[in-house]
C-alpha cells in the first residue's frame, strides 16, 4: 500500500506529467463523442450514469488541484515577502563601498 501512495505522491507533484495525463483523457473522451453516438450507448442509463460519476470526479479533482497551486503560490509570497532582496543588495553594496573606500 505504501508504494501506492508513494507512487502516487510522485504523480500528482509533476505538473507535466499531470498535463499530459489530463490532455489524453480529454481526446480521449472527444474521441468517445461520435463512438458512443454510432453504438447508441448515450442511450444507456449506466453508460450516462458512468459519464456523469466520471465528470462529478474529475471536476472536484481539477478544482482540488487548482486549490493546491493557489496554497502553494500564497506559501511562495509569503516567503519572497520575508526576504527582502533589495534590502541585501543595498546592504552588500554600502558594505563594498565602505571597504573600497577604508
Given at each position: ?68 497551486v493557489?496554497?502553494?503560490?500564497e ?12 534590502g ?15
Open positions: 500500500m505504501s508504494v501506492a501512495k508513494s507512487l502516487w505522491a510522485a504523480v500528482q507533484g509533476d505538473p507535466v506529467f499531470m498535463r499530459r495525463v489530463n490532455g489524453w483523457l480529454t481526446i480521449l473522451w472527444i474521441v468517445m463523442i461520435p463512438v458512443s453516438l454510432m453504438t447508441g450507448w448515450v442511450k444507456s442509463v449506466v453508460y450516462v450514469s458512468a459519464l456523469s460519476l466520471w465528470a462529478l470526479v474529475s471536476g472536484h479533482w481539477s478544482a482540488w488541484q487548482a486549490a493546491r493557489e496554497v502553494n503560490q506559501q511562495a509570497a509569503k516567503v519572497a515577502k520575508k526576504e527582502d532582496v533589495a541585501d543588495v543595498v546592504e552588500a553594496l554600502v558594505e563594498r563601498t565602505t571597504i573600497e573606500q577604508a
